[in-house]
């Protein structure tokens, strides 16, 4: 059975710092696609990033309003996604979901359940 | 960045068809956005209906479909049923960063 569990939300101050992991099991997570999206409460969805499987490359994309503050990594031996948040801002609150997309050769669709994170004083 | 546009509300009665569509600021959407379609419900994560344009997955009824259709993307559902009450989103790709739309409420009263 998929599973994908984010951890790391939390209240942090407006400038500060975060990082959140998705733990992945039941797939092969060094051949998957794996995105981040979020969402402000009460919003719409709001695409994060994404990080192909090395097998397809490695490369990461990302939104181009997040771009250089928030960072995507990936440890396959851990069967683990991260996002890196840096120099946070009320605006970034919202719940975070992990999402697995795509396996080399079909397209999925598992989402996390999502972790809370709150930018505030 | 590109913003991705979507009508905020559409109502459709029980056992008809409405059209939802997925315009992009930076002109006409094609194939090569990989267009894609979400619904979400309250209280829950979202999920993927349609891929790549008009490719569904196993899970979605055959009442939800994908095409392309005067220059959007467009999500058709026909035979509308209560459960299909819920949130739609669109996202399109843009050599690899993805952007949602705003997402369309839609009704079946």
């Known amino acids: 059975e998929v599973q994908l569990v984010e951890s790391g939300g939390g209240l942090v101050k407006p400038g500060g710092s975060l990082r959140l992991s998705c733990a992945a099991s039941?797939?092969?997570?060094?051949?998957?696609?794996m995105k981040w999206v979020r969402q402000a409460p009460g919003k719409g969805l709001e695409w994060v990033g994404r990080?192909?499987?090395?097998?397809?490359?490695?490369?990461?994309d990302y939104a181009a309003p997040l771009k250089g503050r928030f960072t995507m990594s990936r440890d396959d031996s851990k069967n683990t996604l991260y996002l890196q948040m840096n120099s946070l801002k009320s605006e970034d609150t919202a719940v975070y979901y992990c999402?697995?997309?795509?396996?080399?050769?079909?397209?999925?669709?598992?989402w996390g359940p999502g972790t809370l994170v709150t930018v505030s004083s | 960045q590109a913003v991705v546009t979507q009508e905020p509300s559409l109502t459709v009665s029980p056992g008809g068809t409405v059209t939802l569509t997925c315009g992009s600021s930076?002109?006409?959407?094609?194939?090569?956005?990989?267009p894609y379609w979400l619904q979400q419900k309250p209280g829950q994560a979202p999920r993927t209906l349609i891929y790549?344009?008009?490719k569904k997955h196993s899970w979605t009824p055959a009442r939800f479909s994908g095409s392309l259709l005067g220059g959007k993307a467009a999500l058709t559902l026909s035979g509308a049923q209560p459960e299909d009450e819920a949130e739609y989103y669109c996202?399109?790709?843009?050599?690899?960063?993805?952007?949602f739309g705003g997402g369309t409420k839609l009704t079946v009263l």
């Open positions: 999402v697995y997309y795509y396996n080399s050769s079909a397209h999925v669709d598992y």
């Open positions: 039941g797939f092969t997570f060094n051949n998957a696609w």
């Open positions: 990080f192909k499987s090395k097998i397809d490359g490695g490369t990461t």
């Open positions: 930076t002109g006409t959407v094609s194939s090569g956005h990989y």
């Open positions: 790549d344009t008009t």
């Open positions: 996202l399109l790709s843009y050599s690899g960063e993805g952007v």
